[in-house]
């Protein structure tokens, strides 16, 4: 028995370990994903399980499934509890593996943007704030159990989790991918979900926000056009809008986005099939 349990806990994690000790249970839930510092985690227990991460309920679908992230950079394991619903449970704690992060510098970007004219705080702060608000939504829909498509072609120009540093200045790290490609070209949605904004934006420009259930949502900056409004349900695969290179932009690009409520993950560690070639 303490056999088949190494067995089921390597094939998790490298780094998991029980919190409890008791190597000769067997588990009987399980966490996926790429298990990375910045990284979406999903997880299957039984029907009728109570959740919980670092002590804290999360939410669980009807036929157990759940999802939590990885913080960036997120040092310490999390430790996930689950209540079996005829008694008993197990836990175990799941540490993420580190990521080395580079150091990114983007010149020629208009300087209204880097450091924006103070007139403009106040509508920047607005903005943040909607964001903030719009990515707390705990809604019950669990459209991100699927898996996420690339939501368009392109080169990839950015990656998750840069150090930027943004015509000589500073900035927040870069917690997106970027996919260069020309005007115009179709933005498809990465798997179904609820939009939750749809608005121009000052940094941000052209920008939708989706919702796809559990506090799990994707970002779409840049774009030239929107083509879906807030409120509005949306499938897999279904145009949503056009790159472009509204706000804080060199060149025409998708900011591609995602996140588990405030915690900033990186979707390319979600898709379930290899990038597509750039146009
Ligand atoms: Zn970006």
Known sequence: MIRRRFVIGASLSFAASSAWGQADK???FSVGGALTQGSLATGQAPPGSLVALDGRPLQVTADGRFAFGFAPDQAKAALITVRY????????SFSPTPRQYEIQRVNGLPQKTVTPPPEVAARIAREAEAIYLARLTQSNGADFLSGFDWPAPGIESGIFGS?????????????????????????LAPADGVVSISDDYYLDGGLTLIDHGQGVSTAYLHQSKRLVKAGESVKRGQRIGLIGATGR?????????MTWFQVRLDPSLSTRKPKPDPL
């Open 163 to 187: 150090q930027r540093i943004d015509n000589g200045v500073p900035v927040s790290p870069h917690y997106g991918v970027d996919m260069a490609a020309p005007v115009g070209t179709p933005i």
């Open 26 to 28: 067997p588990l009987r």
């Open 249 to 257: 932009a060199t060149g025409p690009h998708l900011h591609w986005a």
């Open 85 to 92: 619903p005829e008694g008993g449970g197990d836990s175990k």
